[in-house]
């Protein structure tokens, strides 16, 4: 017991001393010793990289979690060393959403396959964002994460011993300059030397530490990379999935709105059945304008029903062509193909053996195929 209150006093009065040095020094009445130039700049690119991690982290963490109550809930988790449930990504719900609706209205409707299509594509965006999530906290927030808890901490640790090295070294310096007789002096030089060889030792194991955070740029670097690369893959599959599904649903038209898109080389002509419906039915019925097909005439060639058309060999219809507006911006893929732009005014039909999803474009003396889907026909 009287060796810890002789502790707890040795350890006050050197509390006392360090206070002392250090508000003299604040005030200008106390000489500091100053670190070397190199020294400030390592700490200042240290304090640097920490202020800016901290804020990727938290920004990341945003962009994978938008939601605060469930980044909340996951640091509690984190904290407690529990396993973070596994949560429905946003993408899921709207798919589980969709296929009950489309239960509800029946799976054999129109409205219904379509939900169904649409939910199982959202579906699959949600299985992806899982995924990217999980590897950008793994190869990407684990990391700045463990720098943040690891490394800073000892780092800081390190700076603030060092901090009262140097605090016990200039009061060291003061209490020599103050010493009067000899043999206070000599105690105050042998006092001087052992916190100056501490103070080196320190000072050099801090360095080192500081030093280090050289190795952490490139150990984030790597890691930013390795989350660059996960992303990219995210949006490719969220992509592709699209694309998937504007096909699918591009080439569903025909089949919701019967006669809006004829791809095939049958005859215009309406069975005699159908020709003359009853005067009630007929205007009952709202009037569905369709896409005329060129029928098969000399001057179109062959090559047309075997997939491979030459736009300068197509001839237009005499009649019956249709004005469409375009969605969005279309580039070529090759000389068959007509480029579009969002917005622009362009005359389309279709000829015998086309591919459903595609029309034959006009605008001026320009001519070649574009896609159905980046079209809006007008009646």
């Not at 070397?36 to 804020?55: G, I, Q």
């Not at 000072?203 to 660059?228: D, Q």
Request: with cysteine; net charge negative.
């Amino acid at each position: 017991m009287d060796f810890n209150v002789k502790k707890l006093a040795s350890d006050a009065g050197v509390f006392f001393s360090r206070a002392m040095q250090f508000t003299e020094e604040k005030l200008g009445q106390a000489e500091k010793t100053e670190l070397d130039a190199h020294f400030e700049n390592l700490m200042a690119r240290a304090d640097c990289t920490k202020n800016w991690t901290e804020k990727i982290l938290r920004q990341t963490e945003v962009l994978l979690q938008p939601n605060l109550s469930a980044r909340v809930e996951e640091f509690l988790y984190e904290k407690l060393d529990r396993k973070v449930p596994s949560r429905v990504t946003n993408g899921e719900l709207l798919a589980q959403y969709m296929t009950e609706a489309a239960n509800d209205f029946g799976p054999g409707t129109p409205y219904g396959k379509t939900l169904i299509k649409v939910g199982e594509t959202q579906r699959r965006l949600g299985a992806a964002e899982r995924d990217f999530i999980q590897s950008a906290s793994i190869n990407f927030l684990t990391p700045l994460r463990n720098f943040l808890e690891g490394d800073w901490r000892t780092i800081c640790k390190e700076r603030r011993t060092l901090q009262n090295c140097r605090l016990d070294l200039d009061a060291c310096k003061a209490r020599l300059k103050k010493a009067k007789a000899a043999e206070a002096k000599a105690a105050a030089e042998h006092e001087l030397r052992l916190t100056q060889t501490e103070f080196d030792r320190q000072a050099e194991v801090t360095r080192l530490l500081l030093e280090g955070i050289s190795s952490t740029h490139v150990n984030h670097l790597r890691c930013l990379h390795e989350f660059v690369e996960s992303q990219t893959n995210y949006y490719a599959q969220c992509y592709q999935y699209m694309l998937d599904l504007q096909k699918q649903l591009g080439s569903s038209k025909g089949e919701i709105f019967s006669g809006t898109f004829v791809g095939n080389a049958e005859s215009t002509s309406p069975p005699a059945a159908a020709a003359s419906p009853p005067a009630g039915a007929a205007a009952a019925l709202p009037a569905v304008p369709t896409i005329p097909v060129v029928p098969t005439i000399v001057g179109v060639p062959s090559a047309v029903a075997e997939g491979v058309l030459n736009p300068n060999e197509v001839k237009p219809p005499t009649s019956g062509t249709r004005k469409a507006r375009v969605l969005y911006d279309y580039e070529a893929a090759d000389s068959t193909e007509l480029a579009l732009l969002a917005d622009e005014m362009i005359t389309v039909y279709s000829l015998p053996g086309m591919d459903p999803d595609w029309l034959i474009g006009e605008r001026g003396n320009q001519k070649g195929k574009v896609p159905v889907t980046y079209l809006e026909l007008l009646s």
